[in-house]
């Protein structure tokens, strides 16, 4: 259980993080989520001081190095970096190593009269559920992103598209131009096209097919439904393939559409293993 002690301050941080408050009240805010969060683990399911304090400051490093996405921060756009969620996973997966105590508390008891808790599901299976469903809609969100941001990001450092400020520019170049003082004869020269009018609806939904995908995949794979969880996989490949095929000059449609498809499911993958490695106690 140390494991969903740490991941669970982590994920408290970020769902309080996503309130669309001025900066220094959401900080306020994620440091008073993640106090509560952690005063219940320690009251409510008897998670250990020591485990809470170092869930507590991989939160607060979290929050530092990987910012929220849409949400206004107060300054410009730090570069993306992949490298925390890479630092966060080894952190899990040695509190993962640490023995913890056994769970005790009114919550645990409270559960044990639940059916499920009746039934024989150990309360911190439970926990870990809940705190990998909460995450794969939060922290994943943001892993993905900071993966997809550091793969469209250009040999000098910078992402196509973005200004220094972070802001995008609404424009990309789509062609060349000869031009010889004046004249379009001899030098080369980027051209820009202008931005494409959007003559329907903004649709809103690669925000929400994320998270659900990835939860429908937790949940088919702790039923044990793997041959449906290959068919959702798929059947996504196949929704795609058109736009895809549309961009298959300069290929970073599919190049995309694998980084974010791939850290998506890895993150799946790892909660699926994170309530796993909980149910072996």
Same mark, same amino acid.
């Given at each position: 259980?140390?494991?969903? !002690?740490?991941?669970?301050?982590?994920?408290?941080?970020?769902?309080?993080?996503?309130?669309?408050?001025?900066?220094?009240?959401?900080?306020?805010?994620?440091?008073? #989520?993640?106090? &509560? #969060?952690?005063?219940?683990? /320690?009251?409510?399911?008897?998670?250990?001081?020591?485990?809470?304090?170092?869930?507590?400051?991989?939160?607060?490093?979290?929050?530092? @190095? !990987? *910012?929220?996405?849409?949400?206004?921060?107060?300054?410009?756009?730090?570069? %993306?970096?992949?490298?925390?969620?890479?630092? +966060?996973?080894?952190?899990?997966?040695?509190?993962?190593?640490? *023995?913890? %105590?056994? *769970?005790?508390?009114?919550?645990?008891?409270?559960?044990?009269?639940?059916?499920?808790?009746?039934?024989? =599901?150990?309360?911190?299976? &439970?926990?870990? !559920?809940? !705190?990998?469903?909460?995450? @794969?809609?939060?922290?994943?969100?943001?892993?993905? $992103?900071?993966?997809?941001?550091?793969?469209?990001?250009?040999?000098?450092?910078?992402?196509?598209? /973005?200004?220094?400020?972070?802001?995008?520019?609404?424009?990309?170049?789509?062609?060349?131009?000869?031009?010889?003082?004046?004249?379009?004869?001899?030098? +080369?020269? *980027?051209?820009?096209?202008?931005?494409? %009018? $959007?003559?329907? %609806?903004?649709?809103?939904?690669?925000?929400?097919?994320?998270?659900?995908?990835? #939860?429908?995949?937790?949940?088919? &794979?702790?039923?044990?439904?793997?041959? =449906? /969880?290959?068919?959702?996989?798929?059947?996504?490949?196949?929704?795609?393939?058109?736009? /895809?095929?549309?961009?298959?000059?300069?290929?970073?449609?599919?190049?995309?559409?694998? =980084?974010?498809? +791939?850290?998506?499911?890895?993150?799946?993958?790892?909660?699926?293993?994170?309530?796993?490695?909980?149910?072996?106690?």
């Amino acid at each position: 259980m140390t494991a969903t !002690v740490v991941l669970a301050l982590v994920v408290a941080a970020d769902v309080a993080r996503g309130a669309r408050l001025a900066p220094r009240t959401r900080r306020a805010l994620a440091a008073l #989520v993640v106090a &509560a #969060v952690g005063t219940t683990l /320690i009251v409510g399911f008897g998670a250990h001081v020591v485990t809470v304090v170092v869930g507590a400051v991989a939160a607060a490093a979290w929050s530092l @190095l !990987v *910012p929220q996405v849409g949400v206004a921060t107060g300054a410009a756009a730090a570069p %993306p970096r992949a490298w925390p969620a890479a630092a +966060l996973a080894v952190v899990l997966v040695a509190a993962a190593l640490v *023995p913890a %105590p056994e *769970p005790a508390g009114p919550l645990v008891d409270a559960w044990a009269r639940t059916v499920p808790g009746r039934a024989g =599901v150990p309360v911190a299976v &439970a926990l870990a !559920v809940l !705190v990998v469903l909460v995450g @794969l809609t939060r922290t994943a969100n943001l892993v993905t $992103r900071a993966a997809l941001a550091r793969a469209r990001r250009a040999p000098d450092g910078n992402v196509p598209g /973005i200004d220094d400020a972070g802001r995008s520019t609404g424009r990309r170049p789509t062609g060349w131009r000869l031009a010889v003082r004046g004249r379009d004869v001899a030098s +080369l020269s *980027p051209v820009e096209a202008p931005p494409e %009018p $959007r003559t329907g %609806p903004v649709m809103r939904g690669g925000r929400y097919i994320g998270p659900l995908e990835r #939860v429908l995949v937790l949940l088919l &794979a702790l039923t044990g439904a793997y041959g =449906v /969880i290959a068919a959702v996989l798929a059947a996504k490949g196949v929704v795609r393939f058109p736009e /895809i095929s549309a961009d298959r000059a300069r290929g970073t449609k599919a190049e995309e559409f694998l =980084v974010g498809s +791939l850290v998506s499911w890895a993150c799946a993958g790892a909660g699926v293993l994170l309530v796993r490695v909980s149910g072996l106690g």
